[in-house]
T-cell receptor
Framework: EAQVTQNPRYLITVTGKKLTVTCSQN?????MSWYRQDPGLGLRQIYY???????DKGDVPEGYKVSRKEKRNFPLILESPSPNQTSLYFC????????????FGNGTRLTVT | GDSVTQMEGPVTLSEEAFLTINCTYT??????LFWYVQYPGEGLQLLLK?????DKGSNKGFEATYRKETTSFHLEKGSVQVSDSAVYFC?????????????FGQGTELSVKP
């Protein structure tokens, strides 16, 4: 089944403790991206990657890192999480043509205390 | 910049009622248009898409037509079911959009009562 898989689905952590949210897709998509969803603010892009070893900042990149060493994986790294990073995170992927639809994972609900 | 505006929710309908959720957009180029649906506790699922003017996207009884002259992409369904209760997002994406991001509307919550 074609899908974008994120792990974990739920994560509760404390301020400053490094964490990684994994994302993997099995559709051979070139493009991958991370979004966060917050009430009243909608969905905002954090980082994106056009292909392996090519990443760039989205609208809200502060406090996050990403890497794209393999085509299928695009992990999101929070080196020193803070409470304002409590949010619902989505990974998404698509073919390289940028007017094609994005396919989303099921989300990771992160709480930072 | 590009933007998407949806009608505000929540929208409450009785089962078998007709649904319309309005969506209008502004874009500098020639975007593709999408409707996504988010069920409680789940991710965003692509509901339908249209890639050029006058295209009609359809799926699961939902339809939307890409109207360039009115810059609109309204979502319709002839007879809603309780299982259609969800949040619906209109979105656009275009080749020249920096970062290839989806531009979302604010979402419209639909509640269907038996």
């Amino acid at each position: 089944e074609a899908q974008v898989t994120q792990n974990p689905r739920y994560l509760i952590t404390v301020t400053g403790k490094k964490l990684t949210v994994t994302c993997s897709q099995n559709m051979n998509h070139e493009y991958m991206s991370w979004y966060r969803q917050d009430p009243g603010l909608g969905l905002r892009q954090i980082y994106y990657s056009m292909n392996v070893e090519v990443t760039d900042k989205g609208d809200v990149p502060e406090g996050y890192k990403v890497s794209r060493k393999e085509k299928r994986n695009f992990p999101l790294i929070l080196e020193s999480p803070s409470p304002n990073q409590t949010s619902l995170y989505f990974c998404a992927s698509s073919f390289g043509r940028l007017d094609s639809p994005l396919h989303f994972g099921n989300g990771t609900r992160l709480t930072v205390t | 910049g590009d933007s998407v505006t949806q009608m505000e929710g929540p929208v409450t309908l009785s089962e078998e009622a007709f649904l319309t959720i309005n969506c209008t957009y502004t874009a500098t180029g020639y975007p593709s248009l999408f409707w996504y649906v988010q069920y409680p506790g789940e991710g965003l699922q692509l509901l339908l898409k249209a890639t050029k003017a006058d295209d009609k996207g359809s799926n699961k009884g939902f339809e939307a037509t890409y109207r360039k002259e009115t810059t609109s992409f309204h979502l319709e369904k002839g007879s809603v079911q309780v299982s259609d209760s969800a949040v619906y997002f209109c979105a656009l994406r275009e080749i020249y959009n920096q970062g290839g991001k989806l531009i979302f509307g604010q979402g419209t919550e639909l509640s269907v009562k038996p």
